[in-house]
Structure formats: C-alpha cells, structure tokens
C-alpha cells in the first residue's frame, strides 16, 4: 500500500512564497513519476507540475517561470516551490503519484490561500 502525506500549505500574501512537500511511504512500488495537481470549488482538478523519474518536468502555462518543482528519488519526496503567488492560485493542491505498473495514487490535499 502506498501513502503520501503532503505539508506546506498555508495562507500567504499576494507576491508571497510557499514551499509544499509530499512524502511517499509504503512498500512494493516503483515511482515513475510524481506530480501536483490543484482543485478549486466547481472546477475540475488540474495540473500543476509534475516530474518523472527521470527528472523531466512539465508545467502548467499559468505557473510557468513562478513555480519550479523537484523530486528526491532516494527519499521518494517531491516539492512544488510556489513563487509570487497570485490570487487565482488559491485551492486545495493535491500531490500524485503514478508508478511504473501505472497505478496512481492522491494525497489528501492541502489548502494554499492566496489574499491579503
């Protein structure tokens, strides 16, 4: 069984930074890649970032240039550092795991809330 445990969510300033982490633990599993994901009341989860084993990136347009995320193989860690933050990147940011055998596995979400 495989389970992420995600932190680093918080309220912040427009123009802010946060940092989130998620933590991958279980047993039997091999990660060909993790990523966020982010939700907001009506509309459909979309993603953020991810990144493959084999540290290939992919943003979303509207994060471009402002987040960057990376990913601790030996730890199974991945970390999304979010910079000047807007508003409209206010929701619940879900970490997501895929491995080799193409399961997929969510976090539980953490809440990032952007407002002065």
């Known amino acids: 069984q495989v389970q992420l445990v995600e932190s680093g969510g918080g309220l912040v300033q427009p123009g802010g930074s946060l940092r989130l982490s998620c933590a991958a633990s279980?047993?039997?599993?091999?990660?060909?890649?993790m990523g966020w994901y982010r939700q907001t009341p009506g509309k459909q989860r979309e993603l953020v970032a991810d990144i493959t084993s084999g540290d290939r990136t992919n943003y979303a347009e509207p994060v471009k240039g402002r987040f960057t995320i990376s990913r601790d193989n030996a730890k199974d860690t991945v970390s999304l550092q979010m910079n000047s933050l807007k508003s409209e990147d206010t929701a619940v940011y879900y970490c997501k795991l895929r491995t080799r055998t193409l399961r997929t596995v969510w976090g539980q979400g953490t809440q990032v809330t952007v407002s002065s």
């Open positions: 279980g047993s039997g599993f091999s990660i060909y890649s």
